[in-house]
């Protein structure tokens, strides 16, 4: 869910929220589930690029070990 922040009109930086949900299978390990929840702020310098700082935490391997996790998040997206 992405929601604009300031001026509607020119959507130059905007608040973030995902989730996702892994499943993460290796030949080494047995496989694990993995959820993910990240907040962002995006800021958007030309039509395809943008930039995003935030933060994620995630919840390692929730069905055997359970472990978790918080990360600083930050990103280059660049549309080629």
């Known amino acids: ?4 922040l300031g001026n509607t009109d020119k959507k130059n930086t905007s608040f973030k929220t995902e989730a996702e ?3 993460e299978i290796a030949k080494t390990q047995k496989p694990e589930y993995e959820q993910r929840f990240s907040t962002l702020l995006e800021w958007q310098f030309q039509p395809k690029t943008n930039l995003e700082f935030g933060l994620q ?5 929730y069905t055997q070990n359970l472990g978790h996790e918080l990360f600083l998040v ?4 660049v549309i080629l």
């Open 1 to 4: 869910m992405s929601i604009p």
């Open 74 to 77: 930050t990103s280059l997206n």
């Open 57 to 61: 935490y995630r919840l390692a391997n």
């Open 21 to 23: 949900t892994l499943f």
